[in-house]
């Protein structure tokens, strides 16, 4: 019978798909049909940046990052990942170069040229897709397997590549960023012509699925599929996704040999603290929440919500990165029986294990965080996932990139020093390709191509504001009533936010207006007045119903003094020192900004700082600076010394600039930090913080 009923509802849906499609929402993740899921995105395409911060970074995507990528991925001579599809598709000749995800790199890429096409129908855009897709669909299987280094074998009849038999072959992750891309093209143009490959795909891993053994079946890493099955599930409907995703979280963890480097040694509604390897964990929880939103299997969040916590409070660095170490042990080293520690890579730590110099902070595993917390606020409407998305979007993400758009951070330390008695693994600094892992460049190039489908959002009672920047929106509530609003602010650079609506629905309805976690004595007025029975408190949402018109005006002034943040005790790196932030700004020095001769190390902040906003431009990006002064302490050198006795009295007082953590690195090779010592003033036997 339940077999029955399956077949009755696929053939519901091949009957009704041609009909359906394009009348579903077109969100960049588009929940506005789960029914579990009370928030929605507005449409791609809705949401265009009109000036200031996020206009000056979607004009440097547009004009730089996308092209750059394009010329790189489509060079042979630099990166082979679209040569291989060509070579997979019979246009040319060759073998397989690259790591195995390369053709994902590639799908994430087009993903990023949709979603500027989506807000700018540059026909040129368009064109580009179109010349591309066409290659892809050439590579791909008959029965729907694509997968370029499986695919070129078997053009040359070697033996050895056979689909999933190596777990460390990518397969779904990389049909996974297809998926996603293929829902995002098809909302953004209309076209079908790769959305098709993703369904022929998705078809495939169903039958792979339903047929394959347990152990074969698990063999799936870095599980980007997950976010794109139910992504395609949502632009089809086609039922038999929604009941894959479903598979595809209760066979992790369900046969021996399981790794915590693959979150898939435990079954998933057992875990309850964030483990292994951050990119991979932070693609599965998102992932998992997405099926939440369809399903609301409770099982599902009681997980989410206490490895979220475990993140949040034991594990994020104060800049919303993710993945403190290069290489840790699970589960956490603190096992009795050896043969039970596993060793993992780019790994969550222990609580509270936060160092500043080796941290890995993988710019992937950072956007991790934030596809993962955009989906809890889609299913919550809870501000917490708002703050935590905003914080790692404006520090650690866009660390991950160059202000002019052609430099890449694969880590992202929290401090640097030429110094350091040894060469890490991978590059501390910004370089043009990552040669074995590219993975990250056109993974962050997409997140900024898409950071205005974060900054609103809809559900049943109103509109929702997230983020924070000059903008128009053109839209329609739930009900299908249009609304447009004009925004402007100078932010995250003051916190004065202009909200005017242009174009209001004749019933009432709510706006939500996020107060940051971070802002205090935030006042929030309507049409000059304050907000009658409205409460600004910090980390929620403040709800405005009333009946709105045309030329009604929302203020919100969000005070933004410089502020000293410290870290639990816990955190042993950071012990006795400070981090300076300002709004969501995270900020760092570097020791271009010291005088000639001077160590970045021997800086300590004073207790009470004059630092003070002073505007500044690097490499033609305008960003707010802090200048002001803190001290330095004599240096005596530390040569053929490990310890010594403690000077005390010994510092001067030194001008300081500091500059947005995001964007280190992109004045030459400099010593950087973002944790600087507290100064204590020694008087007569007693220590007094200044």
Partial sequence: MKRLMNTLRLLVWLTLWPALSWSQSHGLVSTGNSQFAPLSSVDMGDVVWTSGFWAERFAVCRNAMVPDLWKTYTDANISHSFKNFEIAAGLDTGSHVGPPFHDGDFYKLLEAVASLYAVTKDKQLDSLMDRVI??????????????????????????????????????????????????????ATGKRTLLDIAIKAADYLDRFYKRASPELARNAICPSHYMGVIELYRTTKNPEYLQLARNLINIRGYVDGGTDDNQDRVPFRQQTTAMGHAVRANYLYAGVADVYAETGDDSLMACLNSIWEDVAYRKMYITGACGALYDGTSPNGTSYNPVEIQKTHQAYGRDYQLPNMTAHNETCANIGNVLWNWRMLQITGNARYTDVLELALYNSVLSGISLDGDRFCYTNPLAVSAQFPYKLRWSGGRVNYIALSNCCPPNVVRTIAEAGNYAYGVSAKGLWVHLYGSSTLSTHLKDGAALKIAQVTNYPWDGNIKLTVQTAPTGAFTVFMRIPGWSRQAALLVNGKPATGVTATPGQYAAIHRQWKAGDVITLQLPMPVTLMESNPLVEETRNQVAVKRGPIVYCMESVDL???ASLFDVVMPGKTDLQPTPMEIDKSHIMALTGHALLRQDTGWQRTLYREAALNDTHPVKVTLIPYYAWGNRGNADMTVWVPKYFQYFGGQIQSQ
């Fill in 595 to 597: 005088p000639k001769g």
């Fill in 134 to 187: 066409p290659v892809i669909a050439r590579s791909q299987r008959e029965d729907g397997y694509i997968h370029t280094p499986v695919r070129i074998a078997e053009r040359h009849s070697k033996g050895g590549a056979k689909e999933f038999e190596d777990r460390l072959n990518f397969e779904t992750y990389n049909m996974g960023h297809l998926m996603t891309a293929a829902c995002v093209h098809y909302r």
